[in-house]
């Protein structure tokens, strides 16, 4: 068994060099004291005292903590010496005892601990929750004794216990089919060294525990369920379904009255008749350790006979079989009994074991041969059991362990059975954050005339995937946009490549006031990219904007001024005509409110509606007279020079006058928007439409929004003002949306 241990070495201390006897002072000041180094050698134990062997109990950071009449006097850092296995703390008063804290960087009590003010007490009374104790490895804790003077240079030892327990859970039984497995009152904090009997600490909350197999029942093995701080069982029970026998059953039992750290506490099943349970026992740590399976019955690989390729390994015991990630093929031979047969237990995508006769000798009597795909990231470790069994007796075990995917990827990206994602709609912003071991190199590629439509941003070991998006792109049309994520080597060839595809589109959009504003007003339903005047659709450019639609005919005007629309509903309601008056199709006798709604929730993904300061740059005030007809330039609230130029024009809608509309253009610089509407209807009635008074879809406010209140110039002359006033959520707006901010923009 590997040992798991550090040096740190108390060195002899070198003699200051003195003047001899009578010499004269020399004024300089008196040395300081000197630091003594220090060495222990760390062991993690078990239980019984044997050295641990888990990769989760390898040390990796160690800080002292010096208590001198119980006070925290120092806080003393571990300096690796460079060999690996020593390490050195030095103190320049090496008394009273030194509490040593190991993988302990996530328990952040230990950052409140201050030498000469903390006590020894509330050093004891440091707690913590399991995820903080296994963080890094697991916080092990020991207490070496000083005594000052006379240190000798040997090193001295120290046993490590872990501040944990864990619980392991074991079926032997082919029978049994274990389901769930639920643990009721676990502490969800204790602490963090060892202070005489368990305690828990007030702060604590009662939680349960459960793990549900689903549709892949744990059968004949032995698999850690849970991690737990150290307790006392203050009403802690264990509850067991299974399935046996044809019928489902409940197995209860309670925990110990005492869970210790350092203690691995397993759950047996057993289903046989009477006999039928599940026991509690304490043991070893490294008994059942999970960085092995667990051999409940004695198949084992012959690795002389066997194929097995560069990274695939064997276990000790040469029963369990670990197979990487990457496509590959093997060929075990087993050692079993004169005419075993081998039984394939458990299913892993795309993994394909086919069981062999052998007739070479006695031993070696079986074989299966193994063929493995690429397994992608996101996918988790997988096990297949190969059961030997002769004349109906099972006679051994080995179990193949598939390797998940060392690159792990999180958020909205999945990958499918093909190794590709296909969002099927447009989408932006962070889709992944991706994380990989060293040495992998992460990149994107993308087809030739394919713009970069992703990237990669480092965020401190990961990747952030975003998804970009660029402003007036003609090719925004619902095109498919492919780019691809490649997974390549220390020497940067390729060895995994994903596909990642979504739908280009947009709408064209216009930059002033430093925000990206849509050209035109929502019709249809606003999440459809389909119902709206897309980029290569645009009849005109910013700057003609406004003439163009002084001038188009009727039809054209009324497709580009857009529909109606009441909070909630997210289809348009249209102009239409009953032979008596104009009305808005669809409108209710109320709606919700943009105000408190979800800016996004009314407009096609990447899009929002506006808030107050957006609509806030093309005003001086929050009640604003613009003037009528003709052009002028005002200053904004925030100083900012604008143009207004306003136009009317006369219009005629499915063969009916339907009178006098604005054009609104705003300049800034040499950036152009277009503001025009059909105004607005205040009740479901036929008539009841404001042609003039566009109120504007505004999100943050509740009780107000920003308006249009305009009247034609033959009626009050000089009177179009920019509002922001209260209005009912029943009266229907104009909805104009504005772009959401994203990280990534190209192509610009």
Not at 138 to 146: A, D, E, N, P
Request: a negative charge; proline letters at 5%; hydrophobic letters at 40%.
């Amino acid at each position: 068994m590997k040992r798991n241990s550090l040096f740190i070495h108390w060195a002899a201390v070198l003699p200051m060099l003195l003047s001899a006897a009578g010499c004269a002072d020399d004024g300089m000041p008196d040395a300081g004291p000197v630091a003594t180094p220090l060495s222990v050698r760390l062991h993690a134990v078990t239980p019984d005292g044997a050295d641990a062997a888990d990769p989760g109990s390898a040390i990796r950071t160690v800080t002292g903590y010096r208590f001198e009449e119980g006070v925290l006097r120092e806080v003393i850092p571990g300096v690796s010496s460079g060999s690996g296995d020593l390490y050195t703390f030095s103190s320049a008063t090496p008394r009273g005892e030194l509490r040593l804290a190991v993988n302990a960087a996530g328990v952040g009590s230990f950052g409140t601990l201050v030498p000469e003010a903390t006590s020894l007490e509330t050093f004891l009374r440091l707690d913590a929750t399991p995820d903080e104790l296994t963080h890094d490895g697991f916080v092990m804790t020991g207490t070496l004794l000083l005594d000052g003077a006379g240190l000798s240079t040997a090193p001295r030892s120290v046993n490590l216990r872990r501040s944990v327990a864990r619980i392991d859970l074991l079926s032997r039984d082919a029978e049994v089919e274990v389901h769930s497995v639920t643990i009721r009152r676990i502490a969800d904090r204790g602490y963090v060294a060892e202070n005489g009997a368990p305690a828990t600490p007030s702060s604590a909350s009662r939680t349960d525990f459960r793990r549900d197999y689903g549709d892949a029942p744990l059968v004949m093995s032995r698999e850690t369920l849970l991690c737990l701080c150290e307790q006392p069982n203050d009403g802690m029970e264990v509850e067991v379904v299974t399935r046996f026998d044809g019928g489902w059953h409940r197995l209860k039992n309670t925990l110990p009255a005492q869970l210790l750290r350092n203690t691995v506490y397993t759950l047996e099943v057993r289903g046989r008749g009477a006999d039928a349970g599940v026991t509690v026992t304490a043991g070893s740590w490294e008994e059942g350790s999970t960085a092995e399976s667990a051999p409940i019955l004695r198949g084992v690989v012959d690795a002389g006979a066997s194929e097995l390729p560069d990274g695939v390994r064997l276990n000790a015991a040469c029963d369990t079989v670990y197979i990487p990630h990457v496509a590959g093929a093997l060929r075990l031979v087993l050692r079993a009994e004169a005419g075993s047969e081998v039984i394939v237990d458990g299913e892993v995508r795309g993994v394909r074991v086919t069981p062999e006769r052998v007739t070479r000798g006695l031993e070696t009597v079986a074989a299966v041969s193994v063929t493995t795909p690429l397994r992608m990231p996101g996918t988790k470790d997988e096990y297949i059991g190969l059961t030997l069994a002769r004349d109906g007796v099972m006679s051994g075990r080995v179990t193949l362990v598939f390797a998940a995917n060392p690159v792990r990827i999180e958020g909205l990206l999945q990958l499918d059975e093909t190794g590709a994602c296909d969002f099927g709609r447009y989408i932006e912003g962070e889709l992944a954050r991706i994380s990989a071991p060293e040495g992998v190199e992460l990149r994107l590629e993308f087809a030739s005339g394919e713009p970069r439509w992703m990237a990669l941003v480092p965020d401190g070991d990961a990747f952030r995937l975003l998804g970009g998006w660029k402003p007036n792109d003609p090719q925004a049309d619902g095109r498919v946009q492919e780019g691809f994520l490649v997974i390549a080597d220390a020497g940067g060839s390729a060895v995994e490549r994903y596909a990642v595809r979504r739908r280009n589109w947009g709408l064209p959009v216009v930059n002033i006031g430093g925000t990206w504003w849509c050209k035109y007003n929502l019709r249809g339903d606003v999440s459809r990219y389909e119902d709206q005047v897309l980029i290569a659709d645009d009849p005109a450019g910013d700057a003609d904007l406004a003439d163009y639609l002084i001038a188009a005919d009727d039809a054209d005007l009324l497709a580009l001024l857009g529909d109606q629309y009441q909070a909630g509903n997210p289809q348009g309601l249209p102009l239409r005509h009953d032979g008596s008056a104009f009305y808005h199709e669809g409108m209710a006798s109320s709606g919700q409110n943009f105000g408190v709604l979800d800016p996004t929730a009314m407009a096609p993904c990447g899009y929002q509606v506006p808030d107050y300061d957006d609509y806030a740059f093309f005003t001086r005030s929050e009640n604003y007279n613009l003037g009528g007809v003709g052009e002028r330039t005002f200053r904004n609230a925030t100083g900012e020079e604008l143009t207004i130029r306003i136009q009317e024009r006369e219009t005629e809608f499915f063969g009916h006058a339907y009178g006098t509309i604005a054009v609104y253009e705003f300049r800034s610089g040499n950036s152009v928007w277009v503001l025009a509407g059909l105004g607005h209807q205040w009740t479901p009635a036929a008539g009841n439409i404001a042609r003039m008074s566009l109120l504007l879809a505004t999100y943050g406010n509740a009780s107000k929004t920003w308006m249009m209140e305009g009247y034609a110039n033959a009626d009050r002359p000089g009177q179009n003002w920019f509002k922001f006033v209260a209005n009912n959520s029943t009266k229907t707006r104009v909805l104009r949306c504005v772009k959401t901010p994203v990280e990534y923009i190209y192509g610009e």
